[in-house]
């Protein structure tokens, strides 16, 4: 490192530290730039990306069709507020709706607010058709919904619930893929149920498909509100358009963020036929909500999203884990598509994640996993140039 880019570079690392909450743990490197898969750093390291931004960056860094269309946008057109009609939000709603045969979308500007529309959209379909009483949302242990109060308070991991008390009223946990434990806390103040198909931030733990459609079942015979969480498995990760595709059942409501902008902030509530009557003028709201440069961003990935896109995803998962598995420190890899989790026998993941970011390449964890959630357009390069680096710390 040449001692200006040394200094400049630890004077960002400095204000930061002195300037910002300090609520994260950020890695010991500071990035500047990107082209697909690869990202660069201040003093001119490249690093093969196996996480695009924690699931946010469908199509990696500064990917052209992407960068060209926000940039149109914003040019032209860059906020409104919700007062006024713009042709990004409404196109993106089209396509959404197209796409998964859902009738209706409120867009958030993040995974957690478009968790708390879903619950409240819930809430109102169910006290409104029934009574006030039926507003209870059942979540799953280890699962994860968010940060704000209602959606931590769904989150069924413990230690988020420290400090942050109390929390809202009507929330119950279950345990997965055990339907009748479930069933004993199904009584009729349930209004629904949110679940992660494959829990995320839990450890990329995939639910079990006969449990899913167990309590699929039950949600649909007596009217519980069934919300799929696919703010991090949504729009491609997991080689459907939505992961719910590969289970089989179709959602009352299905939140998306995370991949859906390609790097801007976004979320979205869709919602089915059940809410177009309940859902009124005034009931939810957001000022930055359908923001037009989000939106157009959102477009060039929803539409690149194809049948042969996806085969792809698919075909490059199967590739990862193949060449993981037979690594001597794998124990077993779980997920879907370019969503992976890696159980370690030995090593600590966030020793991995140390590792392989001073030899060039950027890993997640999740809980005692490594996890992997790189760009969902990786080229095959890309890709043996991570995993060289990766199995050559798990062998
Ligand atoms: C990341 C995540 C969230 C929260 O999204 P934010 O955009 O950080 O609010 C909610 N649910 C799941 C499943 C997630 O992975």
């Given at each position: ?314 075909k490059k998962g199967e590739y990862i884990k193949e060449k993981l598995e ?70």
């Amino acid at each position: 490192m040449k001692g200006c880019e040394a200094s400049k570079m630890n004077n960002i690392q400095e204000k930061d530290k002195k300037y910002i909450a300090g609520t994260y743990n950020r890695n010991p490197v500071c990035l500047i730039s990107g082209n697909g898969s690869t990202a660069i750093s201040d003093d001119g390291k490249e690093y093969i990306d196996f996480t695009s931004g924690i699931g946010v960056n469908s199509f990696g860094y500064s990917d052209e069709v992407w960068a060209d269309a926000v940039s149109a946008q914003a040019k032209k057109l860059q906020h409104t507020s919700n007062l006024y009609y713009t042709s990004p939000c409404a196109i993106l709603a089209e396509k959404l709706m197209e796409r998964t045969k859902m009738n209706k979308v409120f867009f958030a500007n993040s995974g957690a607010e478009a968790n708390e529309g879903a619950i409240k959209f819930a809430r109102k379909y169910s006290v409104t058709k029934y009574n006030d009483n039926r507003n209870v949302v059942i979540s799953l242990k280890n699962s994860f919904h968010g940060r704000t109060l209602a959606t931590l308070t769904a989150t069924g991991q413990e230690v988020f619930h420290k400090y942050f008390g109390p929390f809202s009223e009507g929330f119950l946990y279950a345990e997965a893929d055990d339907f009748e434990v479930f069933s004993k806390l199904l009584t009729s103040d349930v209004c629904a149920v949110i679940i992660e198909f494959i829990q995320g931030e839990g450890g990329v733990v995939p639910l079990n498909k006969e449990f899913v459609n167990k309590l699929y079942d039950y949600c649909n015979k007596n009217d519980i509100v069934f919300i799929a969480d696919e703010v991090q498995t949504g729009v491609g990760r997991t080689g459907k358009f939505l992961c719910s595709e590969n289970y089989g059942v179709k959602p009352d409501i299905t939140t998306l963020a995370k991949g859906l902008g390609g790097g801007l902030p976004i979320g979205a509530v869709l919602m089915n036929e059940k809410f177009s009557e309940v859902i009124a003028y005034s009931d939810h709201g957001s000022t930055f909500g359908g923001n037009p440069v989000c939106c157009a961003g959102a477009i060039t990935v929803t539409d690149r999203i194809d049948d042969t896109f996806l085969a792809d995803v698919v075909k490059k998962g199967e590739y990862i884990k193949e060449k993981l598995e037979g690594c001597g420190e794998v124990e077993s890899i779980t997920g879907m598509g370019l969503m992976l989790g890696i159980e370690l026998k030995n090593l600590k993941a966030s020793d991995v994640v140390a590792t392989a970011l001073e030899k060039g390449l950027m890993l997640l964890t999740a809980k005692t996993k490594v996890r992997l959630l790189p760009p969902l357009n990786i080229t095959y390069e890309e890709i043996d140039k991570g995993l060289e680096i990766l199995i050559d710390i798990l062998s």
